[in-house]
């Protein structure tokens, strides 16, 4: 299993980004997705999640509002659309595959199987 980040950039604050995360898992459509994403000195934190079937996402309470998650299971991608970016959104920001499993949408780093490499966002102000 293989995941590819991209979409990442420097920005200024208010702009907006998209990140795809291509997927190179045959059963895509099976896996639940997440976003997650690290600035320097700090742990990784959720950003948000999608169901394999884009039914249901959550989100964490500081993006709330301003980004979407969202996935096209023909193309294995799945998207972060951000909007209204803030200096504190910069991170490097990876993607990840929970598989499949009967539970909720997960939001702990731990919980997800497989990791992309990441790409680096940047907001100046």
């Known amino acids: 299993v293989q995941l590819q980040a991209s979409g990442g950039g420097l920005v200024q604050a208010g702009d907006s980004l998209r990140l795809s995360c291509a997927a190179s898992i045959r059963t895509f459509l099976q896996y639940d997705m997440g976003w997650f994403r690290q600035a320097p000195g700090k742990e990784r934190e959720f950003v948000a999640a999608?169901?394999?079937?884009?039914?249901?996402?959550v989100y964490a309470d500081s993006v709330k509002g301003r980004f979407t998650i969202s996935r096209d299971n023909a193309k294995n991608t799945v998207y972060l659309q951000m909007n209204s970016l803030e200096p504190e959104d910069t991170a490097v920001y990876y993607c990840?595959?929970?598989?499949?499993?009967?539970?909720?949408?997960?939001?702990?780093?731990?919980?997800?199987?497989?990791w992309g490499q990441g790409t680096q966002v940047t907001v100046s102000s």
């Open positions: 999608i169901r394999w079937s884009g039914g249901s996402t």
């Open positions: 990840a595959a929970d598989r499949p499993r009967p539970r909720e949408l997960q939001r702990v780093a731990d919980d997800y199987d497989y």
